[in-house]
């Protein structure tokens, strides 16, 4: 596949994102490593010399999804088109032995920490038609020195540490993206106060566990505070903290500063502290049950979140009951529920048989997803008549009459403005009127309401 003198000119690349918000901060990264080697970036993948797709390993479905493109895109080859393929992040890295066929589509192969390589690495191939793969993991790689190519919007993500080395029994992540690595505080905070000057009125720290976060004296809460001490910046979350080491510290914080948002994801997983435990989990039903006590108890009001797997390997329909019962008792306001998927390379794969059917895990799921929606419509329920502030990020998909925005608990608000007069990124008090299990409805309270200075939270520590 030896480059002609006009396909030198043109490298066109489009990135297609699969996954977590993780990936698509890592796109942003490798669109802007690219447009800095004299790449373009298209939204048209008709137009695309390069296709690139940043993967992920976590669920077999994620993986089933990028064999079925990578199908369509054998076809495209097949036709006759030269464009170059390349598998990017967690899939690529998770399965690399395997995947590396001459016979595969895939030109280029690059992990989680080999962003940085993919300009030459996409030169090479286009000069020697020779498919190049990366899956070198570091230590070190936090990309700071590269600031992401991101879409103008109201909202930013900034990765503050990259890797985990937690080891939960089912999670692939420690393999794919390696040792836990956190960028400095002041790296943080100058992309921030950039993202200020750029428009962006809310950024939303990101790591796999961010109580680990740790960059000389600081930890997460110190982080945490100096973000929402930028001028400019209008709210701030955080996700994933893990429910195993949850600092009082950050409780303080976020019931200190008004601008840092009050929502918590809280990842319970399972009930069963047998089963917790297998997970590698390293907390009970009764130390969770009383973290989400004191959670309550600092930040009222908090909004409550979380991931919950069923299945997980031998767990019993009594063991399933008790995930029940913790939901059932939190009443979370909302909750991302899975089946257990296995994963090559995790201590679950090598050490525990997948012998829950999937007609129980289908089951289960059920009971969860219907259990979730009656406790996210109660809480809903809770906002009516309520007036609260809410950040508006964009039309609403389903009518452009409509705003689409946030509540400072990251629910989601539709609103009529038939005032006019405010856009994306304008903090309006709204009254709720109505609500379903996923979204708020309301009107603007006053046009003018949005001048008014932000409450304090109330403060119990
Ligand atoms: N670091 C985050 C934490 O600890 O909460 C989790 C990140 S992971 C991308 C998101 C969620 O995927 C996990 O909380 C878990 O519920 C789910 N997950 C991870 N591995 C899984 C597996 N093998 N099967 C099913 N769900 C899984
Ligand atoms: Fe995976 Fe556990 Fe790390 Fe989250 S904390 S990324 S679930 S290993």
């Known amino acids: 596949m030896i480059e002609t003198k006009k396909e030198k000119q043109a490298k066109r690349v489009y990135l297609e994102t699969y996954g977590c918000q993780m990936n698509e901060y890592d796109s942003e990264l490798v669109k802007s490593i690219l447009a800095n080697s004299d790449y373009e970036i298209t939204t048209r993948e008709e137009d695309a010399d390069v296709i690139l797709l940043n993967t992920c390993a976590i669920r077999e479905n994620a993986h089933d999804k990028i064999y079925a493109r990578l199908g369509d895109?054998?076809?495209l080859k097949n036709s006759g088109n030269r464009v170059v393929i390349g598998l990017l992040g967690c899939m690529a890295q998770n399965l690399r032995g395997n995947l590396e066929r001459s016979d595969s589509v895939v030109d280029i192969y690059a992990g989680p920490d080999s962003y940085k390589r993919l300009p030459a690495m996409i030169d090479s191939v286009r000069q020697t038609g020779r498919k190049g793969f990366d899956f070198n993991l570091s230590e070190f790689e936090d990309y700071s020195d590269v600031y992401p190519k991101r879409v103008p919007g109201v909202n930013a993500w900034i990765a503050v540490m990259r890797g985990c080395d937690n080891f939960c029994t089912f999670?692939?992540?420690p393999y794919t993206r390696g040792r836990e690595r956190s960028r400095s505080l002041q790296s943080v905070v100058s992309?921030?106060?950039r993202l200020v000057s750029e428009g962006f009125k809310q950024v939303t720290l990101l790591g796999q566990n961010v109580n680990s976060y740790r960059s000389h004296h600081d930890d997460f809460a110190d982080l945490m505070a100096a973000v929402a001490s930028v001028d400019g910046l209008k709210r701030v979350r955080f996700t994933s903290p893990h429910p195993k080491d949850f600092p009082e510290k950050l409780?303080?914080?976020m019931a200190e500063h008004a601008k840092i948002c009050n929502h918590v994801h809280l990842p319970l997983?399972?009930?069963?502290d047998r089963v917790l435990e297998m997970m590698a989990r390293t907390y009970t039903k009764k130390s969770f049950l009383a973290l989400v006590d004191k959670i309550r108890d600092m930040v009222p009001g908090v909004t409550l979140t979380t991931d919950v797997i069923v299945g997980f390997p031998t767990?019993?329909?009594?063991e399933f009951e008790e995930t029940v019962e913790v939901m059932e008792k939190v009443?979370?306001?909302?909750?991302f529920t899975f089946k257990y998927s296995e994963r090559q390379n995790t201590i679950a794969y090598r050490k525990f048989p997948d012998d829950v059917t999937e007609a129980q895990k289908t089951e289960r799921i059920v009971r969860l997803v219907d259990l979730q929606k009656k406790h996210s419509l109660h809480r809903n329920y809770e906002q009516i008549g309520k007036t609260v502030k809410v950040l508006i990020e964009n039309h609403s998909k389903r009518n452009v009459a409509e705003w689409m925005g946030r509540t400072d608990g990251n629910r989601i608000v539709v609103l009529k403005d038939d005032k006019g007069g405010h856009v994306e990124g304008s903090m309006v008090d709204v009254t709720i009127r109505d609500a379903t299990p996923h979204t708020l409805f309301g009107e603007l309270h006053d046009a003018c309401c949005s001048l008014h200075p932000q409450p304090e939270r109330q403060i119990a520590v």
Do not use: N, Y
């Not at 767990?315 to 009594?318: L, V």
């Not at 009443?331 to 909750?335: E, P, R, V």
């Open 73 to 75: 895109l054998k076809h």
């Open 171 to 173: 999670c692939v992540v």
């Open 191 to 193: 992309e921030a106060k």
């Open 251 to 253: 409780l303080k914080v």
């Open 269 to 272: 997983q399972a009930g069963s």
């Open 315 to 318: 767990e019993t329909d009594a």
């Open 331 to 335: 009443q979370f306001d909302s909750a």
